[in-house]
C-alpha cells in the first residue's frame, strides 16, 4: 500500500477523546482505565488511528501560511469539490450547488430538522440498536423515540421489519424519522430494494426522512451505498441527506458538515431553521480540509483505507466467529464497526454479566462500548479502525481474559 496503517501513533496528551477520555465521566460511558500493567486501547469513541490523507494537511498548510483569518466567504471550489465526490463515488447525477449546505455538524442539522419539522412531545421513528448520539438528539429537544427493531436473518445479516415499522409510525401518529445509512451500529450497508421497500412506508405515511450517511464512503467489496434520496423520485421530496469528511478522513476536531435536500420547499425549512442559530457557520479550515479530501489523493487514499478497514473488520468477525465461543457478529458491510452479541455467551455461563464482561475488558485495556447504549440489551460495540497490530492484541486480550471457557 502507498499510504502505512500499519503506523501507530502516540495520542495520549494529543487532544484524543479515544485516549484522554477513558476513566472520565464523558458523555456518560466512557471506559473505565486498564489495570497496572496494560496499556489502554481505543474501541469506542469513532474515530480512527491513522494518520489523515496527505492532501489535507498540505492543504491546511497552505492556508495557513496566510496569515489572515478573517471573515470569508465560502469558495466555489468547497462546492465543487462535494458535487465531485458525491458524482464520482456515489453516482450522483443532477446534484447541483444549491442543494448543498453547510451544517455545523451531523447532530446540528438533526436537531435543525427536528425542531422545524416536528414539535416537542412528538414521537421519531428509529431503527435499534440505533446510534447513542440520536437519543440525545431527541431528549435535548423533547421528542421521544420509538424503535422498530432490526434481526438478524439465518445468515446473520441485519434487515429491517417493514410492517413493524409500518405499524408503529401509524400507532404513534409520526411524521419524521431518523435513518442511519450505512447503520451504525450495525455495519449494513442497505441495499436498492430495501431502500426503496422504506420509502415506500415512509411515502404512504407522509413522514419526512432525516438520513445520516456520515459512513457512506467506508464501504467494502460487493456492495454500494445508495443515496435515500436517489431511490425514487419522492424519495427526493421527503430526505435529508447528511454527509461529512469527518468519519472517512477523521476530521472532527475540525467540525464541518453537510446537507443535501433535493425538495426546494424542504431544503428552506431546514435550511432557515439551521441559520437561525446563528452559529451554523463554516471554519476557514475545515473548508480547505474538506476540498484536501475530496481530491483524486482523497480518492486513491480512501480505496486504501477501505482495503485495510475491511481486512480489520474480517478479521475480528472470524476471531470471534472462530475463538469466543457463544459470541456473534455480523461480517460489517461498512463503517469501521463490529457489534458483538453476547447473549449465548452469558446463558453458557450465568455466573457472568455484561457489566462484568465490560469491566474485564476495560481492566486489561480493551475500551470498548456498552451496546446498551444503542438500544441493544446484550452487546458490545467494538472500533476496529486500528493498526492491525492493536486490534490483535485487544481481540487476543479479549479471548485471554474476558470471554473464557
Known amino acids: 500500500m502507498k499510504y502505512d496503517f500499519d503506523k501507530i501513533i502516540e495520542r495520549k496528551g494529543k487532544d484524543a477523546l479515544a485516549y484522554d477520555g477513558i476513566g472520565s465521566n464523558i458523555w456518560g460511558f466512557a471506559p ?12 469506542w469513541v469513532a474515530d480512527m488511528n491513522f494518520e489523515t490523507c496527505p492532501s489535507i494537511t498540505k492543504a491546511l498548510e497552505e492556508r495557513i501560511r496566510h ?25 450522483f447525477k443532477g446534484l447541483t450547488k444549491d442543494m448543498v449546505g453547510y451544517e455545523n455538524g451531523v447532530h446540528g442539522c438533526i436537531v435543525s430538522c427536528i425542531r422545524a419539522l416536528s414539535q416537542p412531545g412528538d414521537a421519531i421513528l428509529l431503527h435499534s440498536p440505533a446510534y447513542v448520539g440520536f437519543f440525545g438528539d431527541l431528549k435535548d429537544t423533547g421528542r421521544k423515540p420509538v424503535l422498530s427493531p432490526l434481526s438478524r436473518d439465518a445468515e446473520g445479516v441485519w434487515r429491517m421489519d417493514y410492517e413493524d415499522m409500518d405499524r408503529k409510525i401509524k400507532k404513534y401518529h409520526i411524521r419524521l424519522a431518523i435513518f442511519c445509512s ?8 442497505w441495499e436498492k430494494e430495501e431502500l426503496e421497500k422504506a420509502m415506500e412506508v415512509f411515502q404512504e405515511n407522509d413522514v419526512i426522512v432525516i438520513s445520516d450517511e456520515i459512513w457512506s464512503d467506508i464501504i467494502y467489496s460487493g456492495h454500494k451505498h445508495i443515496p435515500t434520496c436517489l431511490v425514487n423520485e419522492d424519495a427526493a421530496k421527503r430526505t435529508v441527506g447528511i454527509y461529512a469528511p469527518s468519519k472517512t478522513f477523521n476530521l472532527a476536531g475540525l467540525i464541518g458538515s453537510y ?9 428552506n425549512i431546514v435550511t432557515k431553521s439551521g441559520d437561525s442559530t446563528r452559529y451554523n457557520e463554516m ?20 480505496a486504501q483505507l477501505c482495503q485495510y478497514l475491511e481486512r480489520n473488520c474480517r478479521y475480528t468477525y472470524e476471531l470471534i466467529r472462530d475463538h469466543l465461543d457463544g459470541v456473534s457478529a455480523a461480517m460489517p458491510e461498512g463503517t469501521y464497526m463490529v457489534f458483538m452479541d453476547c447473549r449465548e455467551y452469558l446463558k453458557k455461563h450465568p455466573e457472568k454479566t455484561l457489566d462484568g464482561l465490560l469491566k ?12 446498551r447504549k444503542f438500544a441493544d440489551s446484550c452487546s458490545i460495540r467494538l472500533n476496529v479502525a486500528l493498526p492491525m497490530s492493536r486490534l ?11 470471554f473464557t471457557k
Open 67 to 91: 496569515p489572515l483569518y478573517g471573515y470569508y466567504l465560502p469558495s466555489d471550489q468547497y462546492y465543487e469539490s462535494i458535487l465531485e465526490w458525491q458524482r464520482t463515488k456515489h453516482d
Open 182 to 189: 450505512p447503520h451504525n451500529p450495525t455495519g449494513r450497508v
Open 283 to 302: 471554519n476557514v479550515l475545515s473548508m480547505h480540509a474538506l476540498v484536501g479530501a475530496y481530491s483524486k489523493e482523497g480518492q486513491e487514499w480512501t
Open 360 to 371: 474485564a475488558g476495560w481492566d486489561v485495556g480493551v475500551a470498548y462500548q456498552d451496546g
Open 392 to 402: 490483535q492484541e485487544a481481540m487476543g486480550r479479549m479471548e485471554k481474559y474476558v
Open 259 to 267: 446537507h443535501i435536500i433535493m425538495d426546494p420547499m424542504l431544503r
Open 32 to 43: 473505565e482505565k486498564a489495570k497496572p500493567g496494560f496499556d489502554e486501547i481505543p474501541m
